[in-house]
């Protein structure tokens, strides 16, 4: 996965441990079958493979552990890449912007 490859969620449920308390600080979650574009990609310094989408933002956390902040990121694993045939592609027109 990289910049720009369009996923689908395959798997959007939370871990019961963590379901109290991290809504607070991941708002925006993703939704099974949507569909997404990646918009970053890290290894979350080798933790877990971890995405940023262009459709989803989060909060801005600071996390003393490591001493930085982040965006907070989907494990990778919760996404599938889609194939070229599954990609919707969106084209708007000048015209269409105008109008809005």
């Given at each position: 996965?990289?910049?720009?490859?369009?996923?689908?969620?395959?798997?959007?449920?939370?871990?019961?441990?963590?379901?109290?308390?991290?809504?607070?600080?991941?708002?925006?979650?993703?939704?099974?079958?949507?569909?997404?574009?990646?918009?970053?990609?890290?290894?979350?310094?080798?933790?877990?493979?971890?995405?940023?989408?262009?459709?989803?933002?989060?909060?801005?956390?600071?996390?003393?552990?490591?001493?930085?902040?982040?965006?907070?990121?989907?494990?990778?694993?919760?996404?599938?890449e889609l194939?070229?045939?599954?990609?919707?592609?969106?084209?708007?027109?000048?015209?269409?912007?105008?109008?809005?």
């Amino acid at each position: 996965m990289r910049p720009g490859t369009r996923v689908i969620c395959i798997d959007d449920s939370m871990n019961p441990d963590v379901a109290s308390w991290q809504p607070r600080y991941c708002p925006n979650w993703v939704k099974l079958d949507q569909k997404y574009t990646i918009r970053e990609f890290d290894d979350n310094d080798g933790i877990v493979d971890g995405v940023l989408l262009e459709e989803i933002t989060n909060p801005i956390l600071y996390l003393p552990k490591w001493n930085r902040v982040i965006e907070p990121r989907f494990a990778a694993w919760r996404f599938r890449e889609l194939e070229d045939d599954q990609v919707e592609e969106t084209v708007t027109s000048k015209e269409e912007v105008a109008v809005l």
